[in-house]
C-alpha cells in the first residue's frame, strides 16, 4: 500500500518517466529508423484523414441540428460521381502507402550476408543462445534479482529493482556494425523474440526455424532490451531479452574467451563458468 | 399522427404458454429473442469482471492480486465471454427481434430450431465457466489457442473444446435460421434490395457464420485428437506443424472479427438516418461495400500472422488485401457522414451511441490500416497498441452498437419509454471512459508493452493505471444498462407506435408493445411504403 500511495504520486524516478513513453523508438538499426518512418507516415496520413472526415462530422453535428431549426434535405439520396470519389481517392492513398511499405518488407526479410550467426533456442521461459561456428552457447533467463522480485508478496518494492523485468542473467552479446543473423526456434511452445530497438520481432516455433537478421549502428553501442511477444505460459511475462551491442574487437575479445571457459567446462576441469553450457 | 398496423383481428393468435413453459418452450422470436439478449448481459457482466480483474492485477507494476497462471485465465475467459457469449449471442437476440418486424414476417422461419439453438447456450456457457473449477484451472493460452500451449491445460481443455463446439451448433442453427427466414418470409414486394440495412447486414453474417463456425470447430476438434488420440496435425515433433493451426484459426478469425461487427453497421445504417430525419445516403453502395467486406474477410487472415515467417510474397499479398478492406469500411464511414449532411440531427440516446460509435470506430480503423504495413507491425504484432486496436472496434464499435440498438428499440419491445436522462448519463459515462481505457494502450503499446503479460517493467506504470481507472468506471457505469431497462420494463410511460419521429421502417408501424406474432398477415405494399417513407 505504501508502494502504491509512492507510485501513485510519481516519487518515484521509474514511475515518473512514463508519461513520456508515448510513440514506438526510432532504434538503433537502419531499419528500425524506417520502420519508425513508416508508421510516422502512416500516423500522419491517418490523423490528415481523421481531421477532414471528423471535421464533416463535427460540422454536421454542429450545423446541422433539429434545434438550430435544420430542415433535412430528404432528396439527398445517392451520388454515384461522389461514390467514385471516395472510393477512388483511398485507394491512390493507399498506393502511396503500399510502396514504401512493401520496398522495407522486403529489405528486412534479407537475411543474406550475415557475419555473425546465432541460433535462438526459445523455452519456457527463457532464451538459449549459441554462437554458430563456436562452442559459445548460453542461457539467457530473467535476472535473480527481478525473479525474486517478481513473486506474490515478495515485499520488494519493485521500482527499486533496475530494470524490472527487462534484464537477464546472460545477456545476448554482438558486434555493433556487423550484420547479425538469427535462427529462431522452440523447445516447447510458441514464443516471440522482439527487440524493438533492432526492429526485429519474429516468432519461435517448434519444428521450424525462423530467420531474422539486423546491424546496430556503429555509433550505438549499448543495451537494448526486449520481451517476448508471445503468449506462452506462466512465465509469459518474465522472459526478457537483453542484448549488449558492443564494439567488435570487445565482441571477439568476449567470444574467445567464453569459448575457452566452455571448453575448460566440458572436459571437466573445475571452472567456474559465466555462462551454463548446454547441447 | 400514424395508423398503426391494426392486428387485433385475430386475439386467439396472442395465446401464449405462461410461467415456465414460456421460456422453456419458447418459438416466439420476441421471447427467444429476449432469453438471447439476457444470457448476453449475463456474460457481458461476468466477461467485464474478468476485465475488472485484469485491470487490477495491471494497475501497477509488481504482482499484486494473481498468480500469472491464473492471469492468464481470465484474459482467456474475457475474450471467450465477450466474443462467443455476449457479443455474439446480442446479435442473435437482436436478429431474433428485429428481422420478423422488419421485414413484414409473423416469426422466425424455424420457430423450435430457434429453441435449440438459445437453449444450447446455457449449457455451453455453464461448461465454459466451469472449468474455473477443474484441477489445474480454466484454460489460459488465450482465446487464440495456439499449440503446443493449449495443450498443456490440465482437465479445462475437452471442456473448452466441447464448449466451442456447442457454441459453434447454436450459431450455425442461428444463422440458417436468419438465411431462411430472410428468404422466404419477406413481406410480398419487399424486394432485397428494400431490405432494412440491418437485414442484409445480418444476412451477410449469417453465411460468414455457416462458412467459418465448421472450421474454428474442426481447428479445436484437431486439436482435441492430438492430445487425447496421438495424432499430429499441429505437433512438429510427429510431422505436424502449429503454424497449421495458425492458418486454419485465423482463417476462421477474421471473419469472425466481421460477424461481430458487420451487424453493428446494419443498426448504425438505420440509427443515423432515424435522428437525421433524413434517408441512408447511398444505400446500394452501404450494400455492396458490405459484402465486399465479407468477401475481403476471407483473404485476409495472413495479417495475423507477420511474425510467424511466411514467404515475402504471402506478407505482401496479405499487407495489400488488408489494405484494400480500408476502402468499402471508408464508403460505410462517408456514406454515413453524408446522411448526416444537411440532416437535421437530435441526440436521444441511440443518436449519441451511434455517433460515438462513427468516430471511435474510425479510429479503430485507421490503427487498424497503420496494423495492415507489414514493417510496422513487426514492431506493434503482440503488444498493446493492438489491444487498443481491436477494443476500439469492438467496444466503442459493436458493443456501443448494441447499446444503441436497445435503446433504438426498447420502446418498440416493452412498449415503454426509458430514462433518457439516465440514458444520457450512461453514454457519457461510457463514451469517456471508455477513451480513458483504451487510448493510453496505443501508448503502452508503441513503447514496447508486449500484451498478455500478467506484471510489467516500472515505465508502464503511469498509463497502466490510467487505463485502469478508466476501465473501473467504464465497468461500473454499465451497471447502468439492466437498471435503465428494468425501470423502462416495470414502470416507463407507454410509447408510441413511432417514438422516434424520424424512424423509419417496418417495425414503426407495429404498434408499441409488438404483438406477439408480429405481422399474422403480410403488411401490404402501402403499409411497406409508410413505412419506408414515413
Known amino acids: 500500500m505504501a508502494a502504491l500511495a509512492a507510485a501513485v504520486t510519481g516519487t518515484l524516478p521509474a514511475a515518473a518517466s512514463g508519461w513520456d513513453l508515448l510513440n514506438m523508438p526510432r532504434g538503433v538499426t537502419n531499419v528500425s529508423t524506417r520502420i519508425y518512418g513508416l508508421h510516422m507516415m502512416a500516423f500522419w496520413i491517418c490523423v490528415v484523414l481523421a481531421a477532414v472526415v471528423f471535421s464533416v462530422m463535427i460540422w454536421s453535428l454542429i450545423f446541422h441540428r433539429k434545434a438550430r431549426g435544420a430542415v433535412p434535405d430528404v432528396t439527398m439520396l445517392h451520388n454515384t460521381k461522389v461514390e467514385v470519389v471516395w472510393t477512388a481517392v483511398p485507394v491512390l492513398i493507399l498506393i502511396g502507402m503500399a510502396i514504401p511499405a512493401a520496398r522495407l518488407l522486403v529489405k528486412i526479410n534479407n537475411n543474406t550476408d550475415a557475419q555473425v550467426s546465432i541460433r535462438v533456442n526459445a523455452f519456457q521461459w527463457g532464451w538459449q543462445y549459441h554462437y554458430l561456428g563456436t562452442n559459445v552457447s548460453l542461457i539467457s533467463k530473467l535476472s535473480m534479482s527481478d525473479d525474486a522480485a517478481r513473486m506474490l508478496d515478495s515485499g520488494v518494492n519493485v521500482n527499486s529493482v533496475p530494470d524490472y523485468l527487462l534484464t537477464v542473467g546472460h545477456p545476448l552479446v554482438v558486434p555493433v556494425g556487423e550484420k547479425i543473423r538469427l535462427l529462431i526456434t522452440s523447445v516447447d511452445v510458441v514464443h516471440s523474440w522482439w527487440v524493438p530497438d533492432l526492429g526485429v520481432k519474429k516468432d519461435a516455433i517448434p519444428g521450424y526455424i525462423n530467420q531474422a537478421s539486423f546491424i546496430v549502428n556503429p555509433s550505438k553501442p549499448g543495451i537494448y532490451r526486449g520481451q517476448c511477444a508471445q503468449l506462452c505460459g506462466r512465465g509469459h511475462a518474465f522472459m526478457p531479452i537483453e542484448v549488449r551491442a558492443v564494439s567488435p574487437a570487445a565482441f571477439h575479445a568476449w567470444l574467445k574467451k567464453q569459448s575457452a571457459a566452455q571448453q575448460q567446462a566440458s572436459t571437466g576441469a573445475p571452472a567456474s563458468t559465466p555462462a551454463a553450457a548446454s547441447t | 399522427m400514424d395508423q398503426p398496423y391494426e392486428s387485433n383481428a385475430h386475439a386467439d393468435h396472442e395465446h401464449k404458454p405462461h410461467g415456465w413453459r414460456r421460456w422453456v418452450f419458447a418459438t416466439n422470436h420476441k421471447d427467444i429473442g429476449t432469453m438471447y439478449l439476457i444470457f448476453a448481459g449475463v456474460m457481458f457482466f461476468l466477461g467485464g469482471g474478468a476485465a475488472m480483474a485484469i485491470r487490477a492485477q495491471l494497475f501497477k507494476s509488481g504482482m499484486e492480486l494473481f498468480d500469472p497462471a491464473v492471469f492468464n485465465s481470465l484474459l482467456t475467459m474475457h475474450a471467450l465471454m465477450m ?33 435449440l439453438s ?41 471442456m473448452v473444446v466441447f464448449a466451442i463446439h456447442l457454441l459453434g451448433i447454436s450459431s450455425i442453427l442461428g444463422a440458417i435460421n436468419v438465411v431462411v427466414t430472410i428468404m422466404n418470409l419477406r413481406a410480398p414486394g419487399m424486394g432485397l434490395l428494400r431490405m432494412p440495412l440491418f437485414v442484409w447486414t445480418w444476412l451477410i453474417t449469417a453465411f460468414l457464420l455457416i462458412a467459418v463456425m465448421p472450421i474454428l470447430a474442426g481447428a479445436v476438434t484437431m486439436l482435441l485428437t492430438d492430445h487425447f488420440f496421438g495424432t499430429s496435425f499441429f505437433n512438429a515433433a510427429g510431422g505436424g506443424s502449429p503454424v497449421m493451426f495458425m492458418h486454419i484459426f485465423w482463417f476462421f478469425g477474421h471473419p469472425e472479427v466481421y460477424i461481430l461487427i458487420l451487424p453493428a453497421f446494419g443498426v448504425i445504417s438505420e440509427i443515423i438516418p432515424a435522428f437525421s430525419r433524413k434517408p441512408l445516403f447511398g444505400y446500394e453502395a452501404m450494400v455492396y461495400a458490405t459484402a465486399s467486406i465479407a468477401f475481403l474477410s476471407f483473404i485476409v487472415w495472413g495479417h495475423h500472422m507477420f511474425t510467424v515467417g511466411m514467404p515475402v510474397a504471402a506478407q505482401l499479398f496479405f499487407m495489400l488485401s488488408t489494405m484494400l478492406i480500408a476502402v468499402p469500411t471508408g464508403v460505410k464511414v462517408f456514406n454515413w457522414t453524408a446522411t448526416m449532411w444537411k440532416g437535421s440531427l437530435s441526440f436521444e440516446p441511440p443518436m449519441l451511441f451511434a455517433v460515438a460509435f462513427l468516430f471511435l470506430f474510425t479510429i479503430g480503423g485507421f490503427s487498424g490500416l497503420m496494423l495492415a504495413l507489414v514493417p510496422s507491425d513487426y514492431q506493434y504484432h503482440g503488444t498493446y497498441f493492438v489491444v487498443a486496436h481491436f477494443h476500439y472496434v469492438l467496444v466503442p464499435g459493436a458493443v456501443f452498437a448494441i447499446m444503441g440498438a436497445i435503446y433504438y428499440w426498447l420502446p418498440k419491445w416493452s412498449g415503454r419509454m426509458y430514462d433518457m436522462k439516465l440514458a444520457k448519463w450512461h453514454f457519457w459515462l461510457s463514451a469517456i471512459s471508455v477513451n480513458v481505457l483504451f487510448f493510453p494502450q496505443h501508448f503502452l503499446g508503441l513503447a514496447g508493452m508486449p500484451r498478455r503479460i500478467a506484471d510489467y517493467a516500472p515505465q508502464f506504470t503511469d498509463w497502466n493505471m490510467v487505463s485502469s481507472i478508466g476501465g473501473f468506471v467504464f465497468g461500473v457505469s454499465q451497471l447502468l444498462l439492466p437498471y435503465i431497462v428494468w425501470r423502462c420494463v416495470r414502470s416507463g410511460k407507454p410509447a408510441e407506435a413511432r417514438p422516434w419521429d424520424g424512424a423509419r421502417g417496418l417495425e414503426w408501424e407495429l404498434p408499441s408493445p409488438a404483438p406477439f406474432h408480429s405481422w399474422q398477415t403480410p403488411p401490404s405494399e402501402a403499409v411497406l411504403a409508410h413505412g419506408a417513407e414515413h
Do not use: H
Not at chain 2, 84 to 97: C, Y
Not at chain 2, 133 to 147: C, K
Open chain 2, 83 to 115: 466474443i462467443f457469449g455476449a457479443v455474439m449471442p446480442a446479435w442473435v437476440g437482436l436478429a431474433n427481434w428485429m428481422i420478423p418486424m422488419q421485414i413484414g414476417a409473423p416469426d422466425m422461419a424455424l420457430p423450435r430450431l430457434n429453441n
Open chain 2, 118 to 158: 438459445f437453449w444450447i447456450l446455457p449449457f455451453a456457457g455453464t461448461l465454459l465457466l466451469s472449468s474455473f473449477f477443474v484441477p489445474g484451472g480454466a484454460p489460459a493460452g488465450g482465446w487464440t489457442m495456439y499449440p503446443p500451449l493449449m495443450e498443456q491445460f490440465g482437465a479445462s481443455f475437452p
